[in-house]
C-alpha cells in the first residue's frame, strides 16, 4: 500500500508519527450523538472506490473516512474528511487487484467523534 498523505482539518488535531496518522485523545471517540445511520455502500471501479452513507440523526460538523488494507479489522488509517452535509466519499488512490476495507465516523463541532460504521468491502478488479 502506498503511503498516505496527511491531511489538514482545523477541528482534528493529528499526529504524523513514521507513516501513520494517529488521532489525538482529544478527539475522543463515541462522544459524537450517533454513528452515520448505515454502513457505507460501495461503488468499485478499476480505478476507484465511491463510498455513500446516510447521514447521521445527529446534527454533525462532518465524517472522518478511514481505509484498511490489510483486514476487515483494521488498523484503519485516517483517509479524508468530509464538509458537513456531504455524505460520500471517492477513494481514488486504490491499486487494481487489491482490496480494501473501510469505514466511516461522524464528528461534531467539539471535535467529538461518534463510534465508527462497520467495516465494508472494496475489491478492485486486476486490469
Known amino acids: 500500500m502506498s503511503a498516505i498523505s496527511p491531511f489538514r482539518h482545523p477541528k482534528l488535531p493529528v499526529l504524523l508519527r513514521g507513516a501513520a496518522l494517529l488521532i ?22 478499476s480505478h476507484s472506490v465511491t463510498l455513500s452513507w446516510a447521514a447521521s440523526a445527529s446534527n454533525v460538523s462532518g465524517y472522518a473516512v478511514y481505509r484498511s488494507s490489510g483486514d476487515p479489522a483494521g488498523p484503519f488509517y485516517p483517509l479524508a ?19 480494501y476495507y473501510y469505514t466511516v465516523t461522524s464528528f461534531d463541532s467539539a471535535n467529538l467523534q461518534s463510534l465508527p460504521t462497520l467495516a465494508v468491502t472494496a475489491t478492485i478488479p486486476a486490469n
Open 81 to 99: 474528511i468530509t464538509l458537513p452535509g456531504v455524505s460520500q466519499y471517492a477513494d481514488t488512490t486504490v491499486v487494481a487487484g487489491q482490496t
Open 24 to 45: 489525538l485523545a482529544a478527539f475522543a471517540l463515541s462522544g459524537c450523538g450517533s454513528v452515520p445511520s448505515q454502513s457505507p455502500t460501495v461503488q468499485v471501479t
